[in-house]
């Protein structure tokens, strides 16, 4: 199989916006990057988030225009035509609640995978279902 770039990390995550590009644009200067979001917009969230500008450190793609009207399945099928047509060596994950992210642990080990969660403390709520499904995730 002909392979295409090779990059050290992709960082799949859920949506743009101005403070993960920035993020992403400096850990770009020391490494190469793709980074994957899973939708471009979101019901709650202005149409400039989108707005990436040029000169990046990184590349990037977009998988669904929203993230609340996507097809799950055509979701997947996208980022594996990704994973099919590039080699990465490190996966990290924005979050554990959708698919994509369930998806993509199925092309790397363990050890070859990180999280870099944006929850806060806000966002946990004791000892139920999700907290320890995120918990094994």
Not at 5 to 24: E, R, S
Not at 78 to 107: A, D
Request: charged residues 20%; aromatic residues 16%; contains cysteine.
């Amino acid at each position: 199989m002909n392979k295409g770039a090779v990059y050290d990390a992709l960082v799949v995550t859920n949506l743009p916006n101005y403070y993960k590009k920035n993020l992403f644009n400096e850990i770009g200067k020391k490494c190469s990057l793709f980074v994957v979001f899973i939708g471009g917009t979101q019901k709650q969230r202005n149409a400039n988030f989108l707005n990436m500008g040029e000169g990046l450190n990184f590349e990037y793609a977009v998988l669904n225009q929203s993230l609340d009207s996507r097809n799950y399945m055509l979701s997947c099928w996208r980022l594996y035509k990704i994973f099919r047509s590039n080699s990465f060596h490190k996966l990290i994950l924005g979050e554990w609640v959708n698919i994509e992210y369930w998806f993509s642990l199925l092309f790397f080990k363990k050890h070859n995978s990180a999280m870099m969660l944006e929850s806060s403390i806000h966002s946990i709520n004791g000892f139920g279902v999700k907290e320890v499904v995120k918990a094994f995730f």
